[in-house]
């Protein structure tokens, strides 16, 4: 079917654009594949921006997604420091930034997300405040974090993000303040438990989480930062690291007259309104059969895996996306791995490993549907957890939180 | 200097020569089939399955705890199953072979 004249043009060179590309080749597409990103480096991994990589002194090539021989190998055009600033669905063509126009077969929207930069008074003239994202925000934070000689690092935002960035940062030797809004740290993507736990370990590391700090403004005298809260407290910074959140990049598809949800709507294959349209990553708004509602994702698993669906979708091979969301986080010697969707659960049991402080696991189940698990520092309730949400098994919930009961799935089976 | 030889689902044999970094850092870098290596390394993904020559474990050593759990329940295990993002690159590695687990 493909052939020479064909275009696939991915907007977005990260996880799921990258995957998508190399997907494709594999797949057997023979017509071009071009690849646009504004981000001028060589496309890298994002999670270890807030891990390894920001206390490593390794360079971004140490962290590349594919070496830059593989893009020549499998013939894809990669374009970097090149944004997308139009679609014209109609005669399926993009503008991009250095004003060239590009006539597409197919078209891949995986424009990701960019971080949420609240509008709080004082923000933008503060010094030294970044959000993390990308390779150069890294650069800039350590930039600033070396050149500073009291270090005070105030990380506004406890979500997975602000909680690795302020593990690393203490690492690194810095004094480390964590602002968060709510009552608790994690609030929205974990169980209480697991939120007390995560005080828990800052606290013994040194670090200060503070919760319920509504950041009201920040001051600054052009050196360092004062951190105001709604509740008059105040925190001096020499840099701020803004953790709040993200906001979709759908004002491409907006602007191509694409219907926007939260996110960019996509049937099972991955594709728009518009059947020269896929959207990809973490922009696009899925059915998740397993859990039989729509979702969107910020996560490499998702990335990956929907590149590789429409992949084959736009080599005309019928797939469905049908995978078990799974995501991992990383904080001084805790590995957390999450499988699975908590949301909507009414039932925790925890599992906590004998004699071993840090290995533990929380299963959440509606009634007695296990709907997803946290596994700190234990990979097998991680694979065992997969297992049985995947299975839909019921399981014995009393052997489960046993822990003399060896963690086997044939054990725990009902 | 060590030469590392993968073999891939395909039965590609593809011979790499590097001194350090990680074993599937080499193999992603240079496009083996099969290691994809998507967690960048840290042992969350197991996309980086390969099973070392039986002759050749004494170079790579057992998988660790963390490993094994991993693929526990992975249906292409066995005893010379590694995760080849927690194999460090020394000279002593030199002559290893690996197949691709896929
Ligand atoms: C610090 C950090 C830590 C994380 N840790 C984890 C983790 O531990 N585990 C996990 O699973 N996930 C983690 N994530 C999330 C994961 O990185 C994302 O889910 C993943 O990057 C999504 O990939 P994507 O390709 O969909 O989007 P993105 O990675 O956001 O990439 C989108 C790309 O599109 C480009 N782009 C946007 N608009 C345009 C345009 N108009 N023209 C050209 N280019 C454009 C952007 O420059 C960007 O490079 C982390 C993310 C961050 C930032
Ligand atoms: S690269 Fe993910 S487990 Fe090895």
């Known amino acids: ?414 | 200097m060590a030469k590392i030889t993968f073999i891939t689902t395909d039965d590609e044999n593809i011979t790499l020569e590097a001194d350090s970094g990680s074993v599937m850092a080499l193999a992603v870098e240079n496009g083996v089939q099969g290691i994809d290596g998507d967690c960048g390394g840290v042992c969350s993904c197991a996309t980086c399955h390969v099973h070392v020559k039986p002759e050749h474990m004494s170079k790579t050593g057992d998988a660790s705890e963390i490993e094994q759990d991993m693929l526990e329940l992975d249906d292409n295990v066995n005893e010379f199953s590694r995760l080849c993002c927690q194999i460090e690159i020394t000279e002593d590695l030199d002559g290893l072979e690996l197949t691709v687990a896929g």
């Open chain 1, 1 to 414: 079917m493909a052939n020479n004249q064909q275009n696939c043009i991915v907007i977005g060179a990260s996880h799921a654009g990258v995957n998508l590309a190399f997907a494709l080749r594999k797949e057997g597409w023979e017509g071009a594949i071009t690849l646009f990103d504004t981000d001028p480096t060589l496309p890298y991994h994002r999670p270890p921006l807030s891990k390894a990589y920001l206390t490593s002194d390794d360079r971004i090539e140490k962290n590349l997604l594919k070496s830059a021989d593989s893009y020549q190998k499998q013939d894809i055009d990669l374009n970097l420091g090149v944004s997308v600033s139009t679609i014209s669905s109609t005669d399926n063509t993009i503008t991009t930034s250095d004003g060239n126009t590009h006539h597409y077969t197919k078209l891949v929207i995986a424009t990701g997300a960019r971080p949420f930069i609240p509008p709080i008074p004082g923000l933008k003239t503060a010094t030294n405040l970044y959000p993390l994202r990308t390779a150069a925000d890294v650069t800039n934070i350590k930039t600033a974090l070396h050149a500073s000689d009291t270090k005070r690092v105030v990380i506004i935002g406890g979500g997975y993000i602000g909680l690795e960035t302020a593990a690393s940062m203490k690492k690194l030797g810095a004094t480390v303040t964590v602002l968060e809004r709510e009552e608790r740290i994690l609030a929205r993507v974990t169980a209480p438990v697991m939120s007390e736990f995560f005080q828990k370990l800052h606290a013994e590391n040194g670090v200060e989480v503070l919760t319920q700090k509504d950041v009201s403004n920040i001051t600054s005298d052009g050196a360092q930062n004062i951190v105001h809260c709604a509740d008059g407290s105040q925190y001096p910074a020499d840099v701020i690291v803004v953790g709040v959140g993200i906001r979709v990049n759908t004002e491409l598809a907006d602007a191509a007259g694409i219907k926007l949800e939260n996110g960019i709507p996509v049937d099972e294959a991955a594709r728009t309104s518009d059947k020269d349209i896929y959207a990809i990553g973490d922009c696009s708004f899925h059915f998740n059969p397993h859990y039989g509602r729509n979702i969107r994702l910020e996560s490499v698993q998702n990335a990956v895996d929907q590149a590789k669906i429409a992949a084959a979708s736009i080599c005309e091979k019928d797939v469905s996306y049908d995978t078990l969301p799974w995501f991992w986080s990383d904080q001084y010697d805790v590995k957390l791995q999450m499988v699975g969707l908590s949301q909507g659960y009414n039932k925790i049991l925890v599992r906590q490993e004998p004699d071993e402080g840090h290995k533990f696991s929380v299963w959440y189940f509606k009634d007695n549907t296990l709907l997803a698990v946290d596994a700190v520092n234990n990979a097998k309730a991680y694979v065992v957890g997969t297992k049985f949400i995947k299975g839909g098994d019921p399981i014995d919930q009393t052997k489960l939180v046993d822990p003399n009961v060896e963690f086997k799935p044939a054990n725990l089976i009902i």
